[in-house]
C-alpha cells in the first residue's frame, strides 16, 4: 500500500491548482453546449468555449494522449494525472472540459479503428468543440436487445441509403454528426449485420423530434431518417464489423457515469445541507434517525471512493485482477448517487419537493433534478438488470438462459 | 502509487487459508461447536501460532515482526474465510495495541516480550467503555477492579484479561486468579469464545497512560472493529463463492437455478456489495497507524458498512441454496452465524455511525 503520488506529481497538483486559480470564475459567451457541462462560477473572464477547449489543449489538461497531429496534447496517458486535473478543477469550480459523446466515445473509437483521413478529418474539431455528436444506437424496439436494431442502411450507387428510427439520443438537436448503428447485412446474424456509420445531422430526411424526460427537461431525442443519403466512405470499420466497433466504446461510457468522487463532493453538500437546515428549530444534522441515514450513505460512499482507488492504482501496475470490480461500476454508481440525492429530499421534507423556479428552493433545485437525472442513468447505458447479467454471466461464469429460438 | 496486497500480506493470507483448510475442517469445527474436543482446538491453536501469528504487530524490540494492522487484516480475512476456530482478535491485535499506546515501557517490555513468544495470551473485555448493557460495571478503586464485564472475547484460555471501564481506562489482571470467575457465554456462534468476568476485588494493574487519554483505548478498538470488518469479509466471500457454485450445480425445471435471472440476480448484488468492501477494509488498516479524523471515521465505516452488508449477503446466499442453505448438513449456517457475531461485537452499526457521526462534525 503506497497512497503517495511523489514528488513529480505534487510539482504539477500545484502547477493545475495555480492554472484554476487564474481562470477562475470563467463564463462562456456560448454557453454550455451539453446539459452537463460545468458553466462554472460567473463574474469572471469570459470566452468561446472552443477557445477554453484550446487552453485546455495546450496546457495538457484535456486530450491529453491524443496524438498533436490530431489535435491533442500528445502526452503520453496519465492515470495520476488526469485525476489531479479532475480533482484541482472540481475543488475550485473552474469550468471543465466539454464532455459529451462525441469527446467520450467516438473519439476514442476512432483512435483504436478509424483511418487515417477520419482522424484527420473529425478528431480536431470535435476536440474543440467545433463538431458535437449525438450516439444513434437504441431503437424502439432495440432497448436492452441492442443488437436487434433494425434502422436499414442500403449500398445503392456508392451511397448509403438510411431508413429507420433511433430514440434516447442526447444532443441530437445541438450536433452536426452522429454515429449510428445501422443493419446493413439483413441475411447475416443478428451481431454480425450491423455497420457503424457517420452520418452528417444535415443531411436531407433527419428529422429530431425533442423527447422530454420526467425531470420535463428534453434532455433526449427521437431520430427519424428517411431515405438518408450519405457518402459510402462514412463507415468504421468494414461492413457487418459495427457491434465490435461500438463495443470497444461501451465499456468506456459504463465506468464514467457516476465517479467515485463527484459522489463524495455530493455528500459534503448534503453534509452542508443538513447542518444548515433546520426542523424544529433543530439542525436536520441532529436528528438522530436523519444522521444516522446520512451516516450509512457515507459508509457506501466511502467503500466507493476507496474501491475507485484500487481500481485506478490497477491502472497503473498492470496485472492486478480487477475485472468485476470493474464490472460492479456502473450498477453500483448510478444507484448510490440515485439514494444519496432520495434522502437529501427525504431530509428536507416537503421542502424537497420543490422544483425549478420555485421560491425556498435550496442548492438551485438540484437535488430533485440530480434525483431523477440519475433514474435515468440507472436504466440508461445498460440497466441494473443488465448489469447484473453481466456480473453474473461474464464476471462469475454463471450460465445464462436457454434462448428462445429465432431471438 | 499502489493501492492493494503487496506480495507478503497475500502470501500471508493465503498461508492463514491454506493452514485452515488443512487443519480445521467443516468436521472439525463441527466437533468444537458441540463442546468435546477442546483438544482439536488447542491443535489448531497452537498451528495457527506457528504462522508467526502471536508477534505480528509487536515491534521487533520486544520480538515481534513488527507488521502493520493491514497484515493483521489479511490474517482476519482468512480466518474468517475459513471460520478459524482460534483465538485471534482479543490476544494477538487488541491487546497488543493497547499495550504498545498506552503502556509504559516496563509494561510493554513485560508483556509484549510474552505475548511474541507465546507465554502469556490475553483476553480483552472494553464492553463497559463501548456500551454497557443492563447491569454490567466495572469500578476501579485503589487497585482494586470489582464488577462485571460481559462478552470478554477469548478469556477461557486466556492467562490475563485487559478490562476497560467506562471511563476508557484499561486493567491487565490474572485471569487465573481466584477472585475471578469466568462464565462461558453460549452464543449463536461456536467457533470462538465470549464470557462473562466477574471481578471480586481483583488486584488490577493500569495500562500506564489510558487514565490520561481516551485515546489509547479508541485505538485498540479500532483496530478490533478492522479486524471483524475484516472477517466479515472474509466470512460473505465464502458464502457468496459456495452460493455461486451451488447455483451452478443444482438443476430445477431442467436447468441450473444459476441461469435463473431471479438467482443470478441475487448473486451479482452480493457481489456488487462485496467488492468494494476489499478497499474499504484495506484502506481502513493502512490509515490507523496515522490515526488523523479521517482514519477514524474509515474504521467505523469499515466495520458498520460490512456488518451491514455482511448480514444482507448471509442471508442471500442462504436462500441461493434454497432448503439446503436451512440444514446443518452443508453447514454454512457457521458462517452466517460469524457474521452475526461480527455484527454485534464493539459496538453494533448504528452505535458505529453515531461515534463517526462525531467524528465528522468535529473534522474541519
Given at each position: 500500500?503506497?497512497l503517495?503520488?511523489?514528488?513529480?506529481y505534487?510539482?504539477?497538483?500545484?502547477e493545475?491548482?495555480?492554472?484554476?486559480?487564474?481562470?477562475?470564475?470563467?463564463?462562456?459567451k456560448?454557453g454550455?453546449?451539453?446539459?452537463?457541462?460545468?458553466?462554472?462560477?460567473?463574474?469572471?473572464?469570459?470566452?468561446?468555449?472552443?477557445?477554453?477547449?484550446?487552453?485546455l489543449?495546450?496546457?495538457?489538461?484535456?486530450?491529453?494522449?491524443?496524438?498533436?497531429?490530431?489535435?491533442g496534447?500528445?502526452?503520453?496517458?496519465?492515470?495520476?494525472?488526469?485525476?489531479?486535473?479532475?480533482?484541482?478543477?472540481?475543488?475550485?469550480?473552474?469550468?471543465?472540459?466539454?464532455g459529451?459523446?462525441?469527446?467520450?466515445?467516438?473519439?476514442?473509437?476512432?483512435?483504436?479503428?478509424?483511418?487515417?483521413e477520419?482522424?484527420?478529418?473529425?478528431?480536431?474539431?470535435?476536440?474543440?468543440?467545433?463538431?458535437?455528436?449525438?450516439?444513434?444506437?437504441?431503437?424502439?424496439?432495440?432497448?436492452?436487445?441492442?443488437?436487434?436494431?433494425?434502422?436499414?442502411?442500403?449500398?445503392?450507387?456508392g451511397?448509403?441509403?438510411?431508413?429507420?428510427?433511433?430514440i434516447?439520443?442526447?444532443?441530437a438537436?445541438?450536433?452536426?454528426?452522429?454515429?449510428?448503428?445501422?443493419?446493413?447485412?439483413?441475411?447475416?446474424?443478428k451481431?454480425?449485420?450491423?455497420?457503424?456509420?457517420?452520418?452528417?445531422?444535415d443531411?436531407?430526411?433527419?428529422?429530431?423530434?425533442p423527447?422530454v424526460?420526467?425531470?420535463?427537461?428534453?434532455?433526449?431525442?427521437?431520430?427519424?431518417?428517411?431515405?438518408v443519403?450519405?457518402?459510402?466512405?462514412?463507415?468504421?470499420g468494414?461492413?457487418?464489423?459495427?457491434?465490435a466497433?461500438?463495443?470497444?466504446?461501451?465499456?468506456?461510457?459504463?465506468g464514467?457515469?457516476?465517479?467515485?468522487?463527484?459522489?463524495?463532493?455530493?455528500?459534503?453538500?448534503?453534509?452542508?445541507l443538513?447542518?444548515?437546515?433546520?426542523?424544529?428549530?433543530?439542525?436536520?444534522?441532529?436528528?438522530?434517525?436523519?444522521?444516522?441515514?446520512?451516516?450509512?450513505?457515507?459508509?457506501?460512499?466511502l467503500?466507493?471512493?476507496?474501491?475507485?482507488l484500487?481500481?485506478?492504482?490497477?491502472k497503473?501496475n498492470?496485472?492486478?485482477?480487477?475485472?468485476?470490480?470493474?464490472?460492479?461500476q456502473?450498477?453500483?454508481g448510478?444507484e448510490?448517487?440515485?439514494?444519496?440525492?432520495?434522502?437529501?429530499?427525504d431530509v428536507?421534507?416537503?421542502?424537497?419537493?420543490?422544483?425549478?423556479?420555485s421560491?425556498?428552493?435550496?442548492?438551485?433545485g438540484?437535488?430533485?433534478?440530480?434525483?431523477?437525472?440519475?433514474?435515468?442513468?440507472i436504466?440508461?447505458?445498460?440497466?441494473?438488470?443488465?448489469?447484473?447479467?453481466?456480473?453474473?454471466?461474464?464476471?462469475?461464469?454463471?450460465?445464462?438462459?436457454?434462448?428462445?429460438?429465432?431471438? | 502509487?499502489y493501492?492493494?496486497?503487496?506480495?507478503e500480506?497475500?502470501?500471508?493470507?493465503?498461508?492463514?487459508?491454506?493452514?485452515?483448510?488443512?487443519?480445521?475442517?467443516?468436521?472439525?469445527?463441527?466437533?468444537?461447536?458441540?463442546?468435546?474436543?477442546?483438544?482439536?482446538?488447542?491443535?489448531?491453536?497452537r498451528?495457527?501460532?506457528?504462522?508467526?501469528?502471536?508477534?505480528?504487530?509487536i515491534?521487533e524490540?520486544?520480538?515481534?515482526?513488527g507488521?502493520?494492522?493491514?497484515?493483521a487484516?489479511?490474517v482476519?480475512?482468512g480466518?474468517?474465510?475459513?471460520i478459524?476456530?482460534?483465538?485471534?482478535i482479543?490476544?494477538?491485535?487488541?491487546?497488543?495495541?493497547a499495550?504498545?499506546?498506552?503502556?509504559?515501557?516496563?509494561?510493554?517490555?513485560?508483556?509484549?516480550?510474552?505475548?511474541?513468544?507465546?507465554?502469556?495470551?490475553?483476553?480483552?473485555?472494553?464492553?463497559?467503555?463501548?456500551?454497557?448493557?443492563?447491569?454490567?460495571g466495572?469500578?476501579?478503586?485503589n487497585?482494586i477492579?470489582?464488577g462485571r464485564?460481559?462478552?470478554?472475547?477469548?478469556?477461557q484460555?486466556?492467562?490475563?484479561?485487559?478490562?476497560a471501564?467506562?471511563?476508557?481506562?484499561?486493567?491487565?489482571v490474572?485471569?487465573?486468579s481466584?477472585s475471578?470467575?469466568v462464565?462461558?457465554?453460549?452464543?449463536?456462534?461456536?467457533?470462538?469464545?465470549?464470557?462473562e468476568i466477574?471481578?471480586?476485588?481483583t488486584?488490577?494493574?493500569?495500562?500506564?497512560?489510558?487514565s490520561?487519554?481516551q485515546?489509547?483505548?479508541?485505538k485498540?478498538?479500532?483496530?478490533g472493529?478492522?479486524?471483524?470488518?475484516a472477517d466479515?469479509?472474509?466470512a460473505?466471500?465464502?458464502?457468496?463463492?459456495?452460493?455461486?457454485?451451488?447455483?451452478?450445480?443444482r438443476?430445477?425445471?431442467?436447468?441450473a437455478?444459476?441461469?435463473?435471472?431471479?438467482?443470478?440476480?441475487?448473486?451479482?448484488?452480493?457481489?456488487a456489495d462485496?467488492?468494494?468492501?476489499?478497499?474499504?477494509?484495506?484502506?481502513?488498516?493502512?490509515?490507523?497507524?496515522?490515526?488523523?479524523?479521517e482514519?477514524k471515521?474509515?474504521?467505523?465505516?469499515a466495520?458498520?458498512?460490512?456488518?451491514?452488508?455482511?448480514?444482507?449477503?448471509?442471508?442471500?446466499?442462504?436462500?441461493?441454496?434454497?432448503g439446503?442453505g436451512?440444514t446443518?448438513?452443508?453447514?454454512?449456517?457457521?458462517w452466517?452465524?460469524?457474521?452475526?457475531?461480527?455484527r454485534q461485537?464493539?459496538?453494533?452499526?448504528?452505535?458505529?455511525?453515531?461515534?463517526a457521526?462525531?467524528?465528522?462534525?468535529?473534522?474541519?
Amino acid at each position: 500500500m503506497d497512497l503517495e503520488y511523489g514528488p513529480e506529481y505534487i510539482e504539477f497538483t500545484a502547477e493545475v491548482a495555480k492554472f484554476c486559480k487564474q481562470y477562475q470564475g470563467l463564463s462562456f459567451k456560448d454557453g454550455p453546449k451539453t446539459p452537463f457541462a460545468s458553466s462554472g462560477a460567473s463574474r469572471g473572464a469570459e470566452m468561446h468555449r472552443s477557445e477554453w477547449q484550446k487552453i485546455l489543449i495546450e496546457k495538457g489538461y484535456f486530450a491529453r494522449s491524443v496524438p498533436k497531429e490530431y489535435g491533442g496534447y500528445g502526452g503520453a496517458a496519465d492515470m495520476l494525472k488526469t485525476r489531479i486535473i479532475a480533482a484541482e478543477f472540481s475543488k475550485s469550480k473552474t469550468p471543465t472540459p466539454m464532455g459529451g459523446q462525441g469527446i467520450d466515445m467516438l473519439v476514442p473509437t476512432l483512435l483504436e479503428l478509424g483511418t487515417e483521413e477520419q482522424k484527420q478529418r473529425y478528431i480536431q474539431p470535435t476536440l474543440h468543440g467545433e463538431m458535437i455528436w449525438c450516439q444513434g444506437y437504441s431503437e424502439p424496439g432495440a432497448g436492452s436487445d441492442l443488437a436487434s436494431l433494425q434502422t436499414k442502411g442500403e449500398l445503392i450507387n456508392g451511397e448509403w441509403v438510411i431508413n429507420g428510427q433511433k430514440i434516447w439520443t442526447s444532443t441530437a438537436q445541438f450536433s452536426q454528426m452522429c454515429f449510428c448503428l445501422v443493419r446493413t447485412e439483413p441475411d447475416a446474424p443478428k451481431h454480425a449485420g450491423i455497420s457503424y456509420l457517420l452520418i452528417p445531422m444535415d443531411t436531407p430526411g433527419i428529422e429530431v423530434r425533442p423527447l422530454v424526460d420526467m425531470t420535463l427537461k428534453p434532455g433526449f431525442n427521437e431520430v427519424f431518417f428517411t431515405d438518408v443519403k450519405i457518402p459510402e466512405g462514412n463507415i468504421i470499420g468494414k461492413r457487418g464489423e459495427g457491434w465490435a466497433v461500438a463495443n470497444a466504446t461501451l465499456g468506456h461510457e459504463r465506468g464514467s457515469l457516476a465517479p467515485p468522487d463527484a459522489t463524495m463532493s455530493r455528500l459534503n453538500m448534503l453534509i452542508d445541507l443538513m447542518k444548515n437546515e433546520t426542523l424544529d428549530g433543530q439542525p436536520l444534522i441532529e436528528h438522530p434517525i436523519y444522521r444516522d441515514r446520512l451516516m450509512q450513505i457515507q459508509g457506501k460512499v466511502l467503500a466507493q471512493q476507496s474501491h475507485g482507488l484500487r481500481l485506478l492504482s490497477a491502472k497503473l501496475n498492470p496485472g492486478t485482477d480487477v475485472k468485476i470490480g470493474k464490472m460492479i461500476q456502473k450498477l453500483t454508481g448510478t444507484e448510490l448517487r440515485h439514494e444519496l440525492e432520495g434522502l437529501a429530499i427525504d431530509v428536507m421534507g416537503e421542502i424537497g419537493t420543490l422544483y425549478e423556479q420555485s421560491p425556498h428552493i435550496k442548492n438551485d433545485g438540484t437535488w430533485q433534478l440530480t434525483y431523477m437525472y440519475f433514474l435515468g442513468l440507472i436504466i440508461g447505458g445498460g440497466t441494473s438488470q443488465i448489469q447484473k447479467n453481466i456480473i453474473a454471466e461474464r464476471g462469475l461464469g454463471m450460465p445464462k438462459e436457454p434462448k428462445i429460438q429465432g431471438a | 502509487m499502489y493501492f492493494g496486497l503487496s506480495e507478503e500480506q497475500s502470501f500471508f493470507k493465503d498461508n492463514v487459508k491454506k493452514y485452515l483448510e488443512d487443519n480445521a475442517s467443516l468436521d472439525q469445527i463441527r466437533q468444537i461447536a458441540s463442546g468435546d474436543e477442546a483438544h482439536t482446538s488447542k491443535e489448531i491453536h497452537r498451528g495457527f501460532l506457528n504462522l508467526g501469528i502471536s508477534g505480528l504487530l509487536i515491534p521487533e524490540e520486544f520480538g515481534g515482526l513488527g507488521l502493520d494492522l493491514l497484515f493483521a487484516a489479511v490474517v482476519s480475512e482468512g480466518l474468517g474465510s475459513c471460520i478459524g476456530p482460534v483465538p485471534y482478535i482479543a490476544p494477538y491485535v487488541m491487546a497488543p495495541t493497547a499495550i504498545l499506546a498506552a503502556g509504559s515501557q516496563a509494561q510493554k517490555e513485560q508483556y509484549l516480550t510474552k505475548i511474541a513468544s507465546n507465554e502469556i495470551q490475553i483476553g480483552v473485555g472494553f464492553s463497559e467503555f463501548i456500551g454497557s448493557r443492563n447491569d454490567a460495571g466495572l469500578i476501579f478503586d485503589n487497585g482494586i477492579l470489582r464488577g462485571r464485564a460481559m462478552f470478554v472475547l477469548d478469556a477461557q484460555t486466556a492467562t490475563h484479561l485487559l478490562l476497560a471501564d467506562s471511563l476508557g481506562q484499561m486493567f491487565i489482571v490474572d485471569a487465573k486468579s481466584s477472585s475471578i470467575e469466568v462464565i462461558t457465554l453460549t452464543t449463536v456462534d461456536k467457533t470462538r469464545q465470549y464470557a462473562e468476568i466477574i471481578c471480586t476485588d481483583t488486584p488490577a494493574e493500569v495500562l500506564e497512560q489510558s487514565s490520561a487519554s481516551q485515546d489509547h483505548i479508541v485505538k485498540a478498538i479500532e483496530a478490533g472493529r478492522i479486524m471483524l470488518a475484516a472477517d466479515t469479509l472474509g466470512a460473505s466471500q465464502t458464502m457468496i463463492d459456495q452460493a455461486v457454485d451451488y447455483a451452478k450445480e443444482r438443476k430445477q425445471f431442467g436447468r441450473a437455478i444459476g441461469s435463473f435471472q431471479a438467482v443470478k440476480h441475487m448473486c451479482a448484488e452480493m457481489v456488487a456489495d462485496l467488492e468494494p468492501c476489499y478497499a474499504l477494509v484495506w484502506h481502513a488498516a493502512h490509515c490507523h497507524e496515522g490515526s488523523p479524523d479521517e482514519a477514524k471515521l474509515m474504521a467505523c465505516h469499515a466495520k458498520a458498512h460490512i456488518s451491514e452488508m455482511g448480514k444482507g449477503i448471509a442471508k442471500k446466499a442462504t436462500e441461493v441454496h434454497g432448503g439446503m442453505g436451512f440444514t446443518d448438513l452443508l453447514g454454512l449456517h457457521y458462517w452466517f452465524k460469524r457474521i452475526g457475531m461480527n455484527r454485534q461485537l464493539l459496538g453494533s452499526p448504528e452505535l458505529i455511525r453515531e461515534e463517526a457521526m462525531k467524528y465528522q462534525l468535529q473534522k474541519k
